[in-house]
């Protein structure tokens, strides 16, 4: 415990992250001051809306500066405590950047039982991207028993939450997925009722398909192409969840508009955004509700965790060449 | 009383519509059977939809077939009536096609007072376009006092009513026009707080000047680069409400999809599309409301009246070119 490893943004990336786009860098394990606490990392979070907080210009969130530790979310224990209200060898959850270390004055920061569930599922589940996947799908895609549900990114962390939701409330879930691996794991393993392979399948073909009804609502992780060719197939009065399109955050041309997006004209159909931190008063509510599914074996999740903080670029890059299952993770 | 002048479908448009893609035919006066009318149409509605109509394969109606008479609006007096519910003398709207005389069952006809307005004024803001700009407005825009609202096609028959419906319900209302006449109209004449002349002014800077609060409701009408750009302005938990997209239907090339459509998601935003016809059941209660804003001097009309149906192919032209201010129709 005497350095402290520490991934800092170097430059703004141009097309896909790499490794030169961040500075790996050795300093001393910083003092939490009065009323702050030192956490240790144990995992840090894989997120697709990191590419989105290295540009320049302020999003949802301000962009993440130049020579500033990379902003991730992360699971670690107290390991000395200056605040009254968070005590050593507690659990907690928090955005702790992408470093061995952190001091925290317990802003945005969560308190979590490991006897409840393993640590990285903190991260995932019933962390960020269950929440969304909760929030998104159910306060703003508003599925009905007997629907048909549609979510790209199927086997990723948020996707996989949402088509199990989605089951759960009664309705036909269909996901989109890279590779016949993803595929099988979402209808084998977490019971849904057919799922699309984007890289072998004719995606509008198999829409027609499995969704013969048209699709009511579509949880969109991904916009470009997939996005594209759902619209072709709504039912009316659809609604669209846009939550993400990691498809388009590499980009070094324009972001793909939705060319058939006259289609929301003909079926009267919505398209919304979300972004989870809107929700935040009711994490409670959703761990709670999530958390008894798990224990039932409603709910089934999955975490794919890579090993040693010094891999944090090229896991990185995992996430955006879609190499993960489930919820990707950095053991650090 | 001896020829019915009708305009048929001849061949299905590439691009922009021309006069070759019709057929003007001669052909008798039809005799209306039994529970049959006969109308001869005074007035015909030229509407942007109309170019949809035109194109293969099914939107929210079936296309015209080719050698149909061409679909549009129309208001005329019952010169004969085989029908207990129509009488010889009544004013009538409905689908009565690009022809001088048509044969109804009644089916989709609505009975009209010419005392109350002009009789252009049903084909324009007591019509479909004011039923569209009054639904899609305040049941999918859902406008809220002191809302920013902008609407493309600002002098045309729908973004005309959309605006001053705003401003009755206490919004700001930014418009957005070809060229300083129709600007000057909306403004000067309708009482919009502004308007932004896209053809001669960087729309961008425009809409940052005159909604520095961001846009709350954006009524498109146009789609494609305005709406584009509109998309980067909006205020958090913006409603767009997708009416048309004149700018694409003449289009060889795909539709020009909204690039900046993630500001959805930053913005948790929605995109909504409409067809008026879903309110079918409520255009009275509209006709009532609008009625008497209309009698108040509280909303103005303007319709643009063109002559002699032998002109309809290049009437139909002016209003892919913007050239109409108020609602195009052409008297027979």
Request: hydrophobic content about 40%; aromatic content about 8%.
């Amino acid at each position: 415990m005497s350095t402290n490893r520490q991934f800092k943004l170097k430059q703004r990336p141009v097309g896909m992250v790499k490794r030169e786009d961040f500075e790996f860098v050795c300093g001393p394990v910083p003092e939490p001051g009065d009323g702050e606490f030192l956490v240790r990392n144990a995992y840090i979070s894989l997120d697709p809306a990191m590419r989105g907080w290295m540009n320049e210009g302020k999003s949802y969130v301000p962009p993440v500066g130049i020579g500033e530790v990379m902003r991730a979310g992360a699971v670690g224990k107290i390991v000395r405590s200056n605040h009254p209200k968070f005590a050593v060898g507690e659990h907690v959850v928090g955005l702790f950047g992408v470093q061995d270390y952190a001091v925290s004055n317990g802003k945005g920061v969560t308190k979590i039982d490991p006897k409840l569930a393993p640590l990285p599922v903190y991260l995932g589940t019933l962390g960020m991207p269950g929440m969304t996947a909760y929030f998104g799908l159910l306060e703003v895609g508003k599925p009905k028993a007997g629907d048909t549900v549609v979510v790209s990114g199927a086997a990723g962390a948020v996707g996989q939450v949402v088509g199990q939701i989605a089951k759960i409330k009664g309705c036909r879930v269909v996901g989109i997925a890279g590779g016949a691996e993803k595929c099988r794991y979402v209808v084998d393993e977490l019971g849904f009722d057919a799922c699309i392979d984007y890289k072998n399948e004719d995606v509008r073909k198999a829409l027609k398909q499995h969704c013969p009804q048209g699709v009511n609502v579509y949880f969109d992780n991904v916009g470009g192409d997939i996005l594209d060719t759902v619209l072709t197939q709504l039912a009316m009065r659809a609604r669209i969840v846009i939550c993400g399109a990691i498809s388009q955050y590499n980009n070094t041309a324009p972001v793909k508009g939705p060319s058939n997006y006259l289609s929301l004209l003909v079926n009267r159909a919505s398209m919304t955004g979300m972004v989870v931190f809107d929700w935040a008063d009711r994490y409670g509510e959703a761990v709670r509700e999530m958390g008894g599914w798990l224990a039932a074996g409603r709910l089934k999740t999955r975490e794919d965790i890579a090993e040693g903080l010094e891999n944090f670029p090229e896991t990185l890059l995992r996430l955006f060449k879609g190499d993960n299952i489930g919820k990707l993770v950095l053991k650090v």
